[in-house]
């Protein structure tokens, strides 16, 4: 393991009206600098050390389904790393999620290392909280690479407004999903915005509900490093499991909480 002596990651960025403004209407949002390049530097290193050891994908990519093509994804590293903790638990990100959402404290739903290999597949349209039992809107998740990327790297694309029509279909992320997805966004004439390029450090900010996709990595060589974490507002309840997906959520990361409870198990602690 690495012994590094990491930024803390406490002091607070703090936003302007404009860039709150712009999450709430569009549902999302690309936040500059929010960590520079000596400590965007020094996480990245104990995240790809951690992603590689907890990596259980052993298939090579023209065997993976779509969903597998899409990205190498391992999940909740904070839980078995110290160091990737102070990163997914940094105040200065949640104070963000919490200002974005205009609450008072966010929990940690779970963290994410997406990689995006070198020829790997589309990411299909889909939202984040199709997977979440919870009775809150107030989700957010946020998506940093942890190098620079441009948009031939996989870079998000998002409908902006989409958050606001909340659930649309009952599909987890796949080729169906892709389809019925992108049929719906054309007939409610969404507009589609994506940055032209990411700076490593810099971070993009989407409601649970808001719809998003990414194209491929069509780079022969760079693998799109990205770590995101998602923030659910304090004070939200576990929901009924509408899906498998949610039921298995329920189980994971909110330790089998039953509905009506709070999202407030050990594995959801407050941010700020």
């Not at 569009?26 to 960590?35: A, D, Y």
């Not at 909280?129 to 998506?143: A, E, K, L, S």
């Not at 796949?174 to 490593?200: C, H, N, V, W």
């Not at 009924?240 to 189980?251: A, C, G, I, M, T």
Request: aromatic share 8%; glycine share 6%.
């Amino acid at each position: 393991m690495l012994d590094l002596k990491l930024p803390e990651l406490t002091d607070y960025k703090p936003l302007t009206d404009a860039q709150i403004a712009g999450f709430r209407k569009n549902g999302h949002v690309l936040i500059p600098n929010i960590l520079d390049k000596d400590e965007v530097a020094a996480y990245r290193d104990v995240i790809n050390e951690a992603a590689n050891k907890h990596n259980t994908e052993k298939r090579k990519l023209e065997e993976r389904d779509t969903y597998g093509k899409a990205f190498l994804q391992i999940m909740n590293l904070w839980e078995v790393d110290q160091q990737v903790k102070k990163f997914t638990l940094a105040k200065r990100m949640g104070k963000i999620a919490a200002d974005l959402l205009g609450v008072e404290n966010v929990r940690i739903y779970h963290d994410q290392a997406l990689y995006k290999e070198p020829g790997g597949g589309f990411t299909p349209w889909h939202q984040d909280q199709y997977y979440w039992p919870v009775d809150t809107n107030n989700t957010v998740t946020m998506w940093m690479p942890l190098i620079d990327i441009t948009n031939e790297m996989g870079m998000l694309t998002f409908a902006s407004g989409s958050h606001q029509a909340g659930f649309v279909e009952n599909v987890a992320i796949s080729d169906e999903s892709e389809t019925m997805l992108e049929r719906y966004i054309k007939e409610k004439g969404f507009a589609l915005e994506q940055p032209a390029a990411m700076q490593a450090g810099d971070a993009s900010w989407h409601y649970g509900w808001t719809l998003h996709s990414a194209p491929g990595n069509l780079s022969k060589d760079t693998v799109r490093e990205v770590m995101t974490v998602i923030y659910i507002a304090d004070g939200a309840h576990v929901t009924p499991p509408q899906n498998k997906h949610q039921e298995n959520d329920r189980q994971r990361w909110l330790c089998g909480l039953e509905p009506g409870e709070l999202v407030a198990s050990k594995l959801n602690p407050l941010v700020l």
